[in-house]
Nanobody, 120 residues
Framework: QVQLVESGGGLVQAGGSLRLSCAAS????????MGWYRQAPGKERELVAV???????DYADSVKGRFTISRDNAKNKVYVHKNSLKTEDTTVYYC??????????????WGQGTLVAVSS
């Protein structure tokens, strides 16, 4: 089995910064794209940022210029650095990864979510 575990959420003031981390573990042969999503109550889960295994990144328009996604392939980790946080960034953030397992099967895995609360 494989799993993703997020960390780094919490309370921050508007204009502040925060870094979320996500670590993948288990029977991993290769991790393809990794990304961060967020979901506010009553809304659909939306993509925040995604990064390929080669390091190419893409962002939602709402976070471009403020968030930076990165990954450490040696450690099976993905990060998102959030700057200039806004109150509307308050929600639960989920880590996602496409993983090729050692048994040859590909799976899409989600983390359990971590709450980021931005106060005004």
């Amino acid at each position: 089995q494989v799993q993703l575990v997020e960390s780094g959420g919490g309370l921050v003031q508007a204009g502040g910064s925060l870094r979320l981390s996500c670590a993948a573990s288990g029977t991993i042969f290769r991790i393809n794209a990794m990304g961060w999503y967020r979901q506010a109550p009553g809304k659909e889960r939306e993509l925040v940022a995604v990064i390929s295994s080669g390091g190419s990144a893409d962002y939602a328009d709402s976070v471009k210029g403020r968030f930076t996604i990165s990954r450490d392939n040696a450690k099976n980790k993905v990060y998102v650095h959030k700057n200039s946080l806004k109150t509307e960034d308050t929600t639960v953030y989920y880590c996602n990864a496409g993983i090729l397992r050692t048994n040859g099967r590909s799976v899409e895995v989600w983390g359990q979510g971590t709450l980021v609360a931005v106060s005004s």
